[in-house]
């Protein structure tokens, strides 16, 4: 799959065509798979409660500690009833587990889905570099409203974010930018347009093919 690499200008850039490896970004794209890792991703994401001592976790006498009739106080059985200090605790918080496994085939498989279906849709734009004059806010959006970005966008660098790219974008509303090495299926299907530049397309490449 071939497409064209474009510059912040909006202009198509010096050796404007990029060719897309098949096997990453040409891959048919299955509800089931990317439901699964979205899951499992958003799942790793949780972290569990921290559980509070309920009345058998406490450490307290279980002795009758006033007679059933004449103390003109209720009958209690022991000191680890909730209603005590140092009782223990109704209806606390427990531990829960959320820590699903999901084979690394199918979360490899599940990025390639991901790349592919905004391939597929249209969505994607290969940038030359990320460069931006000054690193200023003001520039950079002049530029995104040429290159059709949308109302949100992913933008994947290669090893590092080009640093007066994340300035300029820092204040822009919807728009994420992450290294290739942090590309994942949940925020490339939730952001409108995909964005990635030739060192991204490398990584990603290569990451597969490695």
Do not use: C
Request: charged share 25%.
């Amino acid at each position: 799959m071939k497409i064209t690499v474009q510059t912040l200008d909006g202009k198509a850039a010096k050796g404007s065509e990029v060719d897309l490896n098949d096997a990453v970004f040409g891959v048919e794209p299955r509800a089931d798979i990317l439901h699964r890792v979205v899951t499992w991703q958003l799942e790793k994401a949780r972290a569990t409660a921290r559980g509070a001592r309920e009345r058998s976790d406490v450490n307290r006498t279980g002795k009758k500690f006033g007679k059933q009739k004449g103390g003109g106080t209720a009958r209690h059985g022991n000191r680890r009833a909730p209603i005590f200090v140092g009782g223990g605790k109704a209806h606390g918080p427990r531990v829960r587990d959320f820590d699903p496994s999901l084979n690394k085939k199918i979360r490899a498989l599940g990025l390639k889905m991901a790349l592919s279906s905004k391939a597929a849709a249209g969505a994607l734009i290969v940038m030359e570099n990320l460069t931006v004059k000054d690193g200023k806010t003001k520039a950079l959006a002049g530029s995104l409203s040429k290159l059709g970005f949308g109302r949100s966008a992913l933008v994947i660098d290669g090893d590092a974010v080009e640093q007066s790219f994340a300035n300029a974008s820092s204040n822009l509303a919807g728009v994420n930018v992450m290294p290739a090495a942090g590309a994942n299926v949940y925020d490339i299907l939730r952001a409108e347009t995909l964005v990635l530049t030739r060192a991204a397309v490398e990584k990603l490449e290569a990451r597969f093919n490695g």
